[in-house]
Nanobody, 120 residues
């Protein structure tokens, strides 16, 4: 069974950067991968998504110009490069595999998540 495993989370000061990798343990047929986040007391929200081939990407308005999603199919890994981090970016970040969408319910496979905390 394919599993998604995120890493790279941690505590960073505002203005700093983090890169979150999400690696898949085996072959899977999903056409896209996405990142979502959930802050305490808030609903899960879309962050970014990319097709695994073709280079189509989607970003939430709140992260445009600061975050970049990329995929390395040879490594079965999707990355979320996060720059100019803000305290409001603090959340558990989860990756998912499915069709390209901003809606979480269409993604069929999810990782466990990694905590990102931004201090002011």
């Amino acid at each position: 069974q394919v599993q998604l495993v995120e890493s790279g989370g941690g505590l960073v000061q505002a203005g700093g950067s983090l890169r979150l990798p999400c690696s898949a343990s085996g072959r899977f047929s999903s056409s896209a991968m996405g990142w979502f986040r959930q802050a305490p007391g808030k609903e899960r929200e879309f962050v970014a998504a990319t097709t695994r081939h073709g280079g189509r990407t989607l970003y939430a308005d709140s992260v445009k110009g600061r975050f970049t999603i990329s995929v390395d199919n040879a490594k079965n890994t999707v990355y979320l490069q996060m720059n100019s981090l803000k305290p409001e970016d603090t959340a558990v970040y989860s990756c998912a595999a499915g069709p390209l969408s901003t809606f979480s319910h269409v993604y069929l496979l999810w990782g466990q998540g990694t905590q990102v905390t931004i201090s002011s």
